[in-house]
């Protein structure tokens, strides 16, 4: 993870021991930076973590995952380690009246969490770690899945997240959260129990069920919208050891590996997970790979069932018998851990049939047509996805039988985010006859708030507008 390293004026901050609240009175709008913007402000808060743009590590401190927004130039990286730091850089840059971009992984696909003219308020090296009381775990936001999940494995406790080790569980969890145990255990907003969030106005909540019931409902997938969460109870599932298969499929069965998957899948036990990732490299012909999570000693049985439903024989098939540390380390082996340019995107289908199988896979190939890698990836948003109803969290789909995500990824050098971006306006247009919107953590920018949470957006809207009425959080839908 990387860190902004301490300033020279990090470490005399250290010795001022002022009152916090006296403290940031005291802090007059433009402080001796040498910045326009008063970012030196935030050296009054003792103890954290800045970097602004006349620091040597500027440029690292800003950087998040989808490169394409490295020219993004926040006043000021503040990383603080307590939730007390947390509220004053709130104050300071509502007396700034600077905005307030909220970091975790880093990964939005839209560079949400940074913004030109903002603070950044990078939460990674927040106390508290990763605790383990039982059948709940408690996180700090900034950490990210991979240690989450490896801390769980270790007490036999698991979270249905995502499968990249690096993105955040802050972002991901706020905006949903799907993955392979989706099926069994929910999203991984489903599981939360109860989250702080520290609020524009400074004010600390504890937001659960029972307590300030909206701004708890915001916090499973309203992506962030509302205030600054530092801190997040589970609810854990036990671990499973599972047999992973992999399937690769030829253009001409890739069609029926999408229907037949997604519908092997949703006739199956909740314990079963099948995704199809669709790709070309833009030279040879489109493929189809079909993985499959099932429990232990069912990955042969799944595979043959699979294969008779597409009815084509897979180019090359594998499986393997894997505990829960050896499927961290698969996913990590084959997920990208650095930063680089991509544009993504996604459609929530109602059905996944013939048809559209069919246009998801013309999508690829029409982009494989203009020489150009791409992919586009089905999960199923099936089993414990529907327990929950639609207007029970912000994430409105719950009644949809899946997510494909539209991937250009990395975006080549000699390559265009507009020429992508053009491409994910045809991929929409090809499924428009089926797709309900998109699903936020896979977002889109310039987007209206409702193709992302649906008829969930106007309540999302007005808790927004309680807790942040200037608007101090940086959120794309919501301005
Ligand atoms: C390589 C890769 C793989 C992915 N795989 C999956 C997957 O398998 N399943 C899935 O569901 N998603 C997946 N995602 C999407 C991912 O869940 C979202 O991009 C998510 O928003 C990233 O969270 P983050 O904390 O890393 O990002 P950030 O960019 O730090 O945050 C994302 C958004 O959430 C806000 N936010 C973050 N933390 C807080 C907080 N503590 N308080 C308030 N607001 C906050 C930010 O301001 C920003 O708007 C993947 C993304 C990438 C790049």
């Known amino acids: 993870m990387d860190r902004p390293k301490p300033t020279r004026r990090a470490v005399l901050r250290g010795l001022a021991a002022a009152g916090l609240l006296d403290a940031l009175r005291a802090v007059p709008a433009r402080a001796d930076t040498g910045s326009a913007s008063g970012a030196g402000s935030f050296a009054a808060i003792t103890g954290v973590g800045l970097t602004t743009r006349i620091d040597p590590g500027y440029a690292a401190a800003k950087q998040v995952f989808n490169s394409r927004f490295d020219d993004a130039t ?58 383990v009381n039982g059948e709940t775990v408690t996180v700090t936001p900034g950490s990210a899945l991979g240690p989450v999940q490896r801390r769980l494995a270790q007490s036999g406790r698991s979270l249905p997240v995502g499968m990249c080790p690096t993105v955040g569980i802050g972002g991901s969890t ?51 919208s509302v205030g600054v969460v530092v801190s997040m109870t589970f609810e854990t599932s036990t671990v499973r050891d599972r047999d992973v298969v992999a399937m690769t499929f030829d253009d001409s069965a ?28 833009g030279v040879d012909e489109v493929g189809a790979t079909v993985l499959l999570i099932v429990p232990r000693g069912e990955g042969a049985t799944a595979a043959t069932e699979v294969t008779t439903r597409i009815a084509a024989s897979p180019r090359a098939s594998q499986t393997v018998g ?14 990208s851990q650095t930063p680089h340019p991509f544009v993504g995107g996604s459609d929530v289908l109602r059905t996944i049939d013939d048809e559209v199988s069919v246009a998801v896979i013309e999508a690829v190939r029409a982009r494989r047509a203009q020489g150009r890698a791409t992919s586009a990836i089905v999960d199923p ?99």
């Open 322 to 335: 894997l505990d829960q540390t050896g499927i961290l380390d698969l996913f990590a082996r084959y997920s």
């Open 174 to 224: 706020l905006g949903g959260g799907i993955g392979i145990d989706s099926r069994t255990d929910g999203l991984t907003c489903d599981r939360l129990r109860s989250a702080d969030v520290v609020l524009p106005s400074g004010t600390v909540l504890t937001a659960s069920e029972t307590e300030n019931p909206d701004l708890f409902w915001a916090c499973r997938g309203g992506a962030g």
């Open 254 to 281: 890739a069609a029926a590996a999408i229907a037949s998957t997604v519908a092997w899948t949703a006739a199956g036990p909740r314990e079963s997970w099948g995704t199809v990732t669709v790709a070309t490299d």
């Open 74 to 131: 926040p006043v000021a990286v503040v990383a603080p380690t307590t939730v007390q730091q947390v509220a004053a850089t709130l104050g300071v840059a509502g007396e700034l009246g600077v905005r307030v971009a909220v970091r975790c992984g880093g990964h939005s696909y839209v560079g949400a969490s940074t913004a030109s003219g903002a603070v950044v308020l990078d939460l990674r090296r927040l106390a508290g770690g990763i605790v």
């Open 381 to 479: 948003l099936d089993g414990a996805v529907t327990d929950v109803a639609a207007p029970a969290t912000v994430f409105p789909w719950r009644t949809h039988a899946a997510v494909v995500q539209w991937i250009v990824d990395p975006l080549a050098a000699d390559d265009s985010a507009a020429a992508a971006c053009a491409w994910l306006s045809d991929c929409h247009d090809r499924v428009r006859a089926e797709s309900d919107g998109g699903y936020v953590n896979y977002t889109e920018a310039g987007t209206p708030p409702e193709r992302w949470f649906a008829d969930n957006t106007a309540r999302l809207a007005d808790i927004r507008r309680r807790h942040d009425p200037d608007g101090r959080i940086v959120s794309p839908w919501f301005g």
